[in-house]
């Protein structure tokens, strides 16, 4: 059993042998760095050792998530970064999860999906493969280098899309999505700790979710939009049949030209709509626990209350605004996106 410092470095440099030299050393540093902290934190060396624990589980455990002996991409069958598809089934779908990079997509006049990565260490964090229809992108588990609270630093990727591709599915933790210029039929888009950018969006179906960040949309458009934050604000710009958008602890803010329905629910942020107004009529249903109600529509302004409900004309566009600790603002416009309105 080896239980100190000296013995633990030399059995894992040994076991490094057939690893990517740069790889080993920087590995090597980041674990004579644990063993530091370690001992300025009291613990002992056999301590430390303990947990790390033996040097085969390591090893195993590298080779298993991110051997970097290979200077090609593993698993990667039909898209490289830098590169489009091979010949073959067009991809349809992206199914993209992510932990520490960024991930950019736009529409473009290529005829595969191109992807770019800005760093050189794709095969140590990422796998890439197609099945079917289905292009897959995900980044390796990194149990081993959390437990040694590592880093891995940031990354960026970039997706050029074909008009095959109708469906999006990206999830990522700790940095950033955007998606421009791109007409699809379904986009899913989750983030924890960072936030979703959207510009000249268009889809059947959206969803975006968010935790510990922001969403922010300006001249899309969809049949269905759901956007959900907890602890950050939501923005949303263009045009919908039916527009849903809810927050915990963050501002709700739409200036949309909306047909069928609008739903804003805030429990500690305030909610502000500025729509199109409405040809036909709408129903109107605002209430806030704790704040106050400003709203103007159809040549009418009503302030100061704590629930509204009323209607006029044939009622086709149905609003619903409610917040637990914040005020609603209401305009009905003649064009959502002149702020001067």
Known sequence: MINTYKEYMQELRRALEDFDPDFSAELLEDFETHFNEGLENGMTEEQICRELGPVENVIAELRED???SSPDIPKVTSVR???GTSQGQPVTKLHIRLLTASVGIQGG???????DYDREDFSERFEMYTEGDTLFLKEKPLSLLRRLGISRGDGRFSFTLPPTVDTLDVSNTNNRIHAENLNVASVCLNT???????EHLKAEDCELHCVNGRIHLEDCSAQTLKASSVNGSVHVGGSYDSLELQSTNGALQ???DVTKEISLSAVNG????RYKKAAHGAEID???NWGSISASFNNTQMDGRKNLRTAYGDRDLKI??????????LQEVSDPADRKG
Do not use: E, M, W, Y
């Open 66 to 68: 991110f051997r970097a």
């Open 81 to 83: 970064p830098g590169s």
């Open 109 to 115: 006049n290529v005829q595969d999906v191109v992807c």
């Open 192 to 198: 924890v700790n960072s936030k979703i950018i959207g």
């Open 254 to 256: 739409a200036d949309a």
């Open 270 to 273: 305030s909610a502000s709509v």
């Open 286 to 288: 605002l209430s806030s």
């Open 320 to 329: 619903t605004v409610h917040t637990q600790n914040g005020s609603i603002r």
